[in-house]
């Protein structure tokens, strides 16, 4: 939307490539679209809230296609603000496409292994994440308290956490809460 190359194009490989180096993530906020989906052009910026976690999963879906991440493999996608309940319908529609249309595409390995080598997803309060850990990985899920936006935590994050985690087990919980950001970021 903002005119520029898209990821499909060679135009950004020396930028992949300098990440890649440096073993730093690329973080992107609502899928860095710079523009929000809307459902009608009157509708109220609320409403926009309840599926924005479709830029998420266009943006998704383009980084598993494009073939970026065979070329560099070192390179890990942060989804923040865009939920984590989407995974599973995109890894299974997106491993449909690349069976039955692979051939058109840059990708050459199943979007599944490459979502679970490269991808992380944050939640805030996310139900139907957290039920499918199973499908999306425990690793690929981090918690976010999405400070200081009126949607965010801020300041029951903590107890509003501990609420979101309560049925999870322990071991998945302190992964999802500190433990798989800790290991995306290196701290």
């Not at 999963?57 to 494009?66: E, I, P, R, T, V």
């Not at 692979?102 to 944050?122: Q, S």
């Not at 139900?127 to 199973?134: G, H, N």
Request: charged share 20%; net charge negative; hydrophobic share 45%.
């Amino acid at each position: 939307t903002l005119g520029l190359p898209s990821i499909y194009t060679d135009v950004y490989e020396p930028l992949w490539a300098a990440i890649a180096a440096s073993r730093l993530p690329i973080c992107l906020h609502i899928g860095s679209s710079s523009k929000l989906l809307r459902s009608a052009p009157d509708a109220p910026d609320p409403v926009g809230l309840t599926f924005v976690g479709a830029n998420s999963m266009m943006a998704c879906a383009d980084w598993l296609f494009s073939g970026v991440l065979e070329r560099f493999r070192t390179l890990r996608i942060a989804f923040s603000e865009g939920g984590a309940g989407w995974v599973p319908y995109v890894l299974e529609r997106a491993d449909e496409v690349f069976d039955n249309l692979g051939d058109v595409l840059a990708a050459t390995r199943r979007p599944r292994e490459l979502f679970a080598e490269h991808m992380f997803t944050c939640i805030m309060r996310d139900d139907v994440a957290l039920a499918s850990l199973d499908l999306i990985g425990e690793a690929n899920v981090m918690w976010e308290a999405d400070y200081p936006h009126e949607s965010g935590t801020f300041p029951n994050s903590r107890a509003l956490l501990a609420q979101s985690l309560a049925a999870t087990p322990d071991a998945q919980a302190r992964r999802i809460a500190e433990g798989n950001a800790r290991a995306l970021f290196g701290i």
